[in-house]
């Protein structure tokens, strides 16, 4: 007999949640592969998406084992519907462009530094581990992306303009970073979660320096979208999913 | 004292003393080796679009990772590639407007289309086991910068290889439909594989010079008869089979026959009229389009920094939090 896990029916759905959001976002990073504007660019949006990819599967693995024999990495990311993904929906969106990409980058590597800063210190030892690795991945995710919002803000009237063109697009989409879902709230008592509260002051700061030096105006919403954490997705998800997921459903049970 | 360069070029040749960047060497052998070593560049990015196509669909997250990282492997050879001619005198930029205006030619293989998963093995264990004969061989070149690249390469490649024989030995112990799309894929990329190496040594134009000059060291019908006697080989671990009624064991030659390359459908394809020249061209015009003002604007960034920064550079643009 397996022992019950404490705190198995929260660690469970937190585990998925970040799995997922590191999963859709690495999928649509990998969307650029060979269609990239500068090669080495192309090489290093990949290299994002191939650590983002590594922490999904982390984040998976140990799901899979909180959740019993029956389940794999493979089962969590393939064989579960969208109405069940509980990603960010600032990962399922659209690449659209270059600006969009990079800006959603950004936004989403300052969170996860100061996310997996927190979240290293948690008393789950396995996602202890898992931010501490992850951390040194995206002080180089966040350095990039960085340095791309403020050369494509600060680089021509055009590249400003998509720039803020970006800044519009995404600003109904960061305030879900900092929504604390149900799980999150009971997780935290045991120090296993993250307060988010305590780290959108930083993520905010983090913008404003890099807009300054970038010229750009960050934009606040006014109607945020936080569906995200409960299952409640756009269709963009959905279509992701069906050609993510596309040999798996049709060759059910099958190896490769 | 004269110094008669084409006969200490030649002699370095002989000696097996790499050429390097600013040796004098005969304009045909710079023109050649930019030729050469372009198409190669350019077969590696074109050579990024059908395998990245699967990328999305990949069927675990295991091999997801391994096929990203691998197409992402191509494009940094391209990279070490573009360097590498880069030291002949002809600038990235200008060789990828010879790309993208059908000036320069990349190899023809990826005009084929990736129809299923068991493309992504076929691919991997045919036309990286093609190329890695034809880039072991090309590690012996003589200009250096190439040789060099090459020896790089040739470690990458050989994992893409069986990495590649692996996706194909798993189908091939699948369902009977994996297995059925393992055959068919082998059957699609067998010949088009064959015809990576070129045309018969009796057609192929620039093949005597580039021996002589040790840019090729084995014929194209050489490289040729090794693949297959090598494919051969590895086919029966897959228990599937090779599209050739003609293969068989010659005892004389201690080689594999084979059967009638079609040479009609690869000059077709040479020319522009394969099943996908036109979208895979397209698809690198478009990144390159939409990719305009990207580069511009990192131009634009750059120039800026050097005038506001007569005081030595600080490190990077801004410091991580």
Redo the contacts between chains.
């Keep these: 007999m397996q022992q019950p896990i404490p705190n198995s029916q929260f660690l469970i759905p937190y585990c998925l949640h970040l799995a997922d959001t590191t ?1 859709i976002l690495s ?1 649509r990073n ?2 650029w ?11 290093a949006l ?2 994002i ?2 650590d983002l ?2 922490q ?2 982390n984040l ?1 693995q140990y799901a899979a084992t909180l959740m019993g024999d029956e389940f794999d ?2 089962k969590l ?2 064989l579960r519907n969208p109405s069940e993904f509980k990603n960010h929906l600032i990962t399922e969106r659209p690449n659209e ?2 600006a969009v990409t990079v800006l959603r980058q950004f936004y989403f590597s ?1 969170f996860q ?2 996310f997996y800063s927190e979240l290293k210190n948690s008393s789950d030892k396995q996602l202890a581990a898992i931010a501490n690795k992850s951390l040194k991945e995206v ?1 180089y995710h ?2 990039w992306s ?2 791309w919002v ?3 803000g ?3 009237t ?2 400003n303009a ?1 720039m803020q063109n970006a800044v519009e697009v995404l600003k109904d989409y960061t305030d879900e970073f900092f929504v604390m879902s149900n799980e999150e709230i009971e997780l935290l008592q045991q120090a296993i979660s993250v307060d988010l509260s305590t780290i959108k002051n ?1 993520w905010q700061q ?1 913008i404003n ?2 807009f300054a ?1 970038a010229t750009l105006q960050f934009l606040y919403s006014t109607q945020p979208k936080i569906g995200g954490k409960l299952c409640q997705h756009t269709q963009y998800l959905t279509d ?1 999913l069906v ?2 997921q ?3 459903r049709t ?1 059910p049970n ?3 | 004292m004269q110094v008669n360069f084409e006969e200490l070029f030649l002699s370095k040749i002989d000696k097996e003393i790499k050429i390097e960047p600013k040796d004098w060497m005969p304009e045909k052998y710079r023109q050649t080796n930019i030729r050469q070593i372009s198409q190669h560049a350019h077969s590696e990015i074109v050579g990024m679009l059908p395998e990245g196509a699967w990328i999305t669909r990949a069927p675990s997250l295991k091999r997801k990772a391994i096929l990203l990282a691998k197409v992402q492997d191509e494009g940094g050879h391209g990279l070490y590639l573009y360097s590498a001619a880069e030291t002949l005198g002809i600038s990235r930029d200008e060789m990828t407007d010879q790309l993208l205006t059908g000036k320069a030619k990349y190899s023809s293989i990826f005009n084929y289309p990736s129809l299923t998963w068991a493309d992504m093995g076929a691919i991997g264990w045919l036309v990286d086991g093609a190329a890695i004969l034809n880039q072991v061989m090309l590690c012996r070149t003589s200009y250096g910068p190439y040789a060099r690249a090459m020896v790089r390469i040739c470690k990458e490649e050989s994992f893409h290889q069986r990495q590649g024989f692996e996706i194909l030995l798993v189908l091939s112990q699948g369902t009977d439909e994996q297995k059925a799309m393992c055959q068919d894929a082998i059957n699609r990329w067998w010949w088009p594989s064959l015809m990576m190496f070129g045309p018969t040594d009796s057609e192929s134009t620039n093949s005597d010079q580039s021996i002589k000059w040790k840019i090729k060291r084995k014929s194209n019908d050489e490289l040729r008869q090794q693949f297959v006697d090598m494919a051969v080989q590895q086919i029966k671990v897959l228990n599937m089979t090779l599209p050739d009624a003609d293969l068989k064991w010659n005892d004389e030659r201690k080689h594999y026959d084979f059967g009638a390359i079609n040479w009609d459908e690869f000059w077709q394809v040479v020319k522009g009229n394969g099943p996908c020249n036109k979208e895979r061209l397209d698809a690198r015009k478009k990144a390159w389009n939409d990719g305009a003002w990207v580069r511009e604007a990192a131009i634009a960034y750059a120039e800026k920094k050097k005038k506001s920064l007569p005081q030595p550079l600080q490190g990077g643009a801004l410091k991580t939090a």
């Design positions: 999963l999928h990998s969307e592969c060979g269609h990239g504007p500068i090669l080495e660019q192309d090489i990949t290299n998406a191939l990819l590594g999904a599967r998976y990495e493979d990311a393939y462009d270059w300052s530094h100061y002080a966040l350095r960085s340095e403020i050369r494509l600060d680089g021509t055009e590249s998509k930083n983090k320096e890099v030096e992701l050609d993510m596309v040999l798996q060759y099958s190896v490769w």
